[in-house]
């Protein structure tokens, strides 16, 4: 997530039929104070829409129009002449109408929480008595058309960036400029994609499936990693749950049962909307900085339900690089229990910097749905879902079938973006521009015509007390985003060891139905293996802790290794895969003051210092509701907030190439997220394991522990490598970070948006007498066996938007005795691109 969010803001701060009248303003009341939610629209027409908390507006249609009204409860109705069709900062003056002053409606301020004094607080209980689930719901089996369109704009265009040297040679992009409807600012559309697909759904077996009948695309060549990107933040979501995830984060719904106690609600109008009547209620926070909307909605009067809402995230609310959210979903209500979403349009404007003329990025995406049909059964086998599925025909739809298949047309902008981009991607100016994003999002600098990309570049240079000075070059094959087949490879050398280092794997996919791989490699580097307990295969793989420039002391506590594996693994279901691997590998310390020796006669005297092991393991992976793109050997994730449970068993067989141990090992581990509504995300780890034989230090399970300045999950900040050994473990972590809850209270920190975030950790394990008995390496195996060994923490995020720092504190295990050089406090930090 955080590489496309540097890749959207990056790139696209680099790079219709226009509207027959637009109209904007201001609206004031006779003493000159801003009217908000005052009703403007076009006379003769239902377009129209209404003024912000500061009075202000944008209008805009297709058609010509030469009038507009202004209305608010209270005042007299304005009728405006428009003498020409662009009409920009007009000012709109409302007068109070005569005996109405018992019917003006204050919309600014607190307002009443009881039913009795106000009577939209009356009409919303009336909507949570008739909350019903979605109308899907009330069926047996159902299935519609869908057609979405996904947009990005480069917004705020004037003279100054058409004219910048920026664009020298690329003029021509902007002969597409138009302006916003929601906005009023000038964009540039610069990609867009559409789909259309068949949805059918079985409520009896809760099985849906999604067939894709068309997708066609402008814009980069990778561009499913901006599909996913925004598919992922603008995920589906119900009007009447209480809370709302978008990037990430829970915003308070205005139908929320708790919504009393977040908005203030105004009862504000009453009228025909499709021939039925309905109230409108106009709602606004009642607090700054937290995650909550403005706007407005229609309920009908007679079923209480959502004929129409709009909601705009309110500019205080605690989000980065995001100035604007604005949503709007149409329902079509047929009866009490059946509310069909007809349209639903969200837009967001991205930027670095949330000032009005700061320039940015419309992200949009528009979803229309229709021909809706119900109780028409199908076979269970019908909603198995395949873990591959491409056709290429899908991609590759002619004009004709998009002409009878958009539930909505393009502009003429929008259709001219496609032949503007393909032009675009010719000029050499726009490809360097493009490369530099792409770099910075992969890590790797694309060279086409060797189908190679180096990288990543971000490790190209390391440091610890072996190796010192560390240099890393490396590559990959890179045909297209969906190769069949990938080889990696590095080469690195130490300054200080004085020692090269290498590897190599390569992958092939050769079933796509079952996802069949089969992958291989070796490896001869020198890496911390005390970082993690559930062991990893990845030949390529290297933690952070073998490559910290700065340290809380020496770590000299490093492994010389050299593996080689070969896998197979499969995905017979979706998001369940197997992998079963054979790895052979030998293990002696990198450095002279760090010992793996180990006793090799039961009389303890003779040691080896060198470990050859084989191992097989098997191991299983679940990733309930997680989604994947691309087919290809390397896929994509599209989406986070998923569980992760993993499994694994590994044998260690000494008749295979001449191995030192037999042995076997468990390991589970559970990661879950939780949306905890407004009290922020929950991150929970669950791990034990289990060796059951007799094996050295380099083979048992050391509790990962972090001598980095740097926050890393899933490790304990206050422990030094090595501290504590187990055959034996169970350990927990949790983190809560609380998105600005309290900080949002404080006044004098209410501006800075920081985040709270609290953790706790802990781990309990054993070790034999006889793993015990086999150390010759001088290191005094201790284990938390006793009494669980805890940490706990505390942080604040979200510093200048891109820093966090935590506070970590030992919980136990810090008598001087025996652990004389325990860390009972420490500070680490880390940074990102985050919402």
């Known amino acids: 997530m955080k590489f496309k969010l540097i890749l959207l803001l990056f790139f696209f701060g680099i790079v219709s039929v226009v509207a027959q009248t637009k109209v904007s303003g201001k609206v004031y009341d006779e003493f000159n104070e801003p009217v908000a939610f005052a009703n403007v629209i076009f006379k003769g027409s239902s377009e129209g829409t209404i003024t912000d908390e500061n009075g202000t507006f944008y209008l805009e249609s297709d058609a010509n129009w030469d009038t507009v009204f202004v209305s608010f409860i209270g005042f007299a109705t304005l009728n405006v002449p ?14 109070e109408e005569e005996g109405s002053l018992d019917e003006v409606v204050i919309v600014t301020g607190k307002q009443s929480k009881k039913e009795s004094e106000n009577p939209a607080i009356a009409i919303l209980k009336k909507v949570w008595e008739h909350k019903r689930q979605n109308g899907l719901k009330q069926f047996k089996q159902y299935e519609y058309d869908k057609y979405e369109k996904v947009e990005f704009d480069l917004n705020t265009i004037d003279s100054s960036l058409i004219k910048s040297k920026l664009f020298k040679g690329m003029e021509f992009v902007f002969d597409k400029v138009d302006t916003s409807r929601v906005t009023g600012k000038t964009y540039l559309p610069i990609f867009i994609n ?21 997708n066609k695309n402008s814009g980069f060549s990778d561009n499913q990693v901006i599909i996913d990107f925004v598919n992922d933040l603008y995920s589906e979501f119900d009007i009447y749950d209480n809370y709302l995830k978008f990037f990430d984060k829970s915003f308070v719904s205005p139908i929320s049962r708790t919504g009393i106690n977040t908005y203030n609600y105004v009862l504000s109008d009453s009228t025909y909307r499709d021939n039925k009547w309905c109230y409108n209620i106009i709602y606004y926070p009642r607090r700054k900085n937290e995650l909550t909307f403005k706007g407005d909605f229609w309920v009908a009067d007679t079923t209480y339900a959502i004929k129409e809402i709009n909601m705009q995230a309110s500019k205080s609310a605690n989000i980065n690089w995001v100035k604007e959210i604005y949503i ?11 509310l069909l979403l007809k349209r639903d349009y969200f837009m967001s404007d991205f930027s670095f910097n949330k000032k009005e003329e700061a320039r940015g990025v419309y992200g949009k995406r528009t979803t229309l749905y229709d021909n809706y049909a119900f109780d028409i059964p199908k076979d269970e086998k019908f909603y198995s ?49 493009y490369n530099v994003g792409s770099i910075l999002a992969s890590g790797y600098i694309e060279m086409p015509s060797l189908n190679l990309d180096y990288g990543p570049i971000f490790s190209t240079f390391g440091f610890n007390d072996v190796e010192g000075l560390r240099l890393r070059a490396g590559g990959r094959t890179y045909f297209g985003q969906n190769d069949l087949w990938r080889i990696e490879g590095f080469g690195a050398y130490g300054f200080k060891d004085d020692k090269f280092k290498y590897g ?4 092939v996919l050769l079933d796509k139905k079952n996802r069949f791989i089969i992958s291989g490699g070796n490896r001869r580097d020198v890496e911390q293996i005390g970082a993690s307990l559930t062991t990893s295969t990845d ?19 490093l492994t010389s290794i050299n593996l080689t594996s070969l896998a197979v693994e499969m995905e017979p279901v979706r998001n369940v895969v197997f992998r079963l691997s054979g790895n052979y590998r030998t293990l002696e310390s990198a450095s002279k003051t760090f010992s793996l020796d180990y006793y090799t006669d039961q009389t303890h005297t003779t040691t080896e210092s060198e470990i050859k092991q084989f191992e097989s393991a098997l191991s299983v992976s679940y990733f309930p509701k997680r989604k994947m793109t691309g087919y290809g050997v390397e896929r994509r994730e599209a989406n986070d907030g998923f569980a992760r449970i993993f499994a694994q068993v590994t044998n260690g067989n000494q008749n295979m190439f001449k191995s030192d141990f037999d042995y076997t090992k468990v390991q589970l581990s ?32 050391v509790v990962p522990g972090n001598q980095s300045y740097f926050s890393i999950y899933n490790t304990f900040s206050n422990l030094d490598y090595y501290e504590f050994v187990t055959d034996t473990y169970a350990s927990m972590h949790i983190q809560h970070n609380f998105n600005g809850r309290f900080f949002s209270r404080i006044p004098f920190l209410r501006k800075l948006n920081w985040r709270e975030i609290v953790g706790f950790r802990a781990v309990v394990g054993e070790i034999s007498k006889e793993n015990r008995a086999l150390n010759a390496s001088g290191l005094v195996y201790k284990a938390p066996t006793n009494k669980a060994y805890y940490e706990y923490s505390f942080g604040i995020d979200n510093i200048f938007k891109v820093f966090r720092i935590d506070f970590n504190f030992r919980g136990n295990y810090l008598d001087e005795t025996n652990y004389p050089d325990a860390r009972k406090f420490g500070i680490t930090g880390s940074f990102g691109f985050n919402f």
């Open 82 to 95: 428009l003498e020409k069709r662009v009409n920009y900062d007009l000012k709109f003056i409302l007068k």
């Open 194 to 214: 559409e789909a259309v697909s068949k949805i059918y759904g079985d409520n009896l077996i809760n099985k849906e499936k999604q067939d894709l009948l068309g």
């Open 328 to 338: 709007e979903q149409e329902f079509e209500v047929l009866n009490d229990s059946l």
């Open 385 to 433: 879902q395949e873990v591959y599925n491409y056709d290429k025909d899908i991609y590759n739809r002619e004009d004709d079938f998009w002409e009878d298949n958009r539930m909505e047309a393009l502009s003429k902008d929008e259709k001219g973006v496609y032949k503007m981009l393909d032009t675009l991607k010719t000029v050499k100016k726009f490809k360097r521009l």
């Open 504 to 507: 190599i794997s390569g992958k």
């Open 539 to 557: 030949v390529l793989g290297r933690s952070l802790a073998s490559s910290s420039v700065i340290g809380t002391g020496t770590n000299d506590k």
């Open 670 to 701: 559970y990661l879950q997220p939780w949306s905890v509504g407004g009290l922020g995300r929950l991150y929970t780890t669950l791990e034990v394991g289990k060796t059951f034989g007799e094996v050295p230090l380099g083979l048992l399970s």
